[in-house]
T-cell receptor
């Protein structure tokens, strides 16, 4: 099976702009989670989608949003970008989510806000 | 608040030597603990997953141990190789809840 894919891999945006990141999960996986990773904060959970519904959400402002399509592909959107949004954004998929299922991570999208 | 603390923050070892990374957690009720390896610029890759009933699990030269009573886990790397240079992240999940608690990671550098 193909792994989790994320596009684009690298992105440079200007403060105030918005950005959309895409994630294609492993075939058959219905849960997609998004994480932000920065050197100072480590991995932080953004949200999880399962069957097109947001099932869990982390402690991020409303500028961060996402959605999941019927084919389980997911997008994450960040509006009004701030310098602090510069990070590696990781997507992970699993069969059903939850505490017992293995998560498989994509390579990430490196976002730089200038 | 559930927490996962890893130590040391970083370490340098010579190729061929062994090392042990530590993970202490306060997550309760505990479901499982995972160790991930993350190479620079890449997504984390799972090394082991252990439930509360498992004490030891191995994946090649990586051996994880778990003491659910003291809420401690360790990851032992045997006969280190240059390719072991990476960040190792401990992740703990709470029973009946999706959210995962992540440690800050230990950066391992293996030198020839």
């Amino acid at each position: 099976k193909a792994g989790v894919t994320q596009t684009p891999r690298y992105l440079i945006k200007t403060r105030g702009q918005q950005v959309t990141l895409s994630c294609s999960p492993i075939s058959g996986h219905r849960s997609v989670s998004w994480y932000q990773q920065t050197p100072g904060q480590g991995l932080q959970f953004l949200f999880e989608y399962f069957s097109e519904t947001q099932r869990n959400k982390g402690n991020f402002p409303g500028r961060f949003s996402g959605r999941q399509f019927s084919n389980s592909r997911s997008e994450m959107n960040v509006s009004t970008l701030e310098l602090g949004d510069s990070a590696l954004y990781l997507c992970a998929s699993s069969e059903s989510g939850g505490a017992y299922y293995e998560q498989y991570f994509g390579p990430g999208t490196r976002l730089t806000v200038t | 608040k559930n927490q996962v603390e890893q130590s040391p923050q970083s370490l340098i070892i010579l190729e061929g030597k062994n090392c042990t990374l530590q993970c202490n957690y306060t997550v309760s009720p505990f479901s499982n603990l995972r160790w991930y390896k993350q190479d620079t610029g890449r997504g984390p890759v799972s090394l082991t997953i252990m439930t509360f009933s498992e004490n030891t699990k191995s994946n090649g030269r990586y051996t994880a141990t778990l003491d659910a009573d003291t809420k401690q886990s360790s990851l032992h790397i045997t006969a280190s190789q240059l390719s072991d240079s990476a960040s190792y992240i401990c992740v703990v999940s709470e029973m009946n809840d999706y959210k995962l608690s992540f440690g800050a990671g230990t950066t391992v550098t293996v030198r020839a």
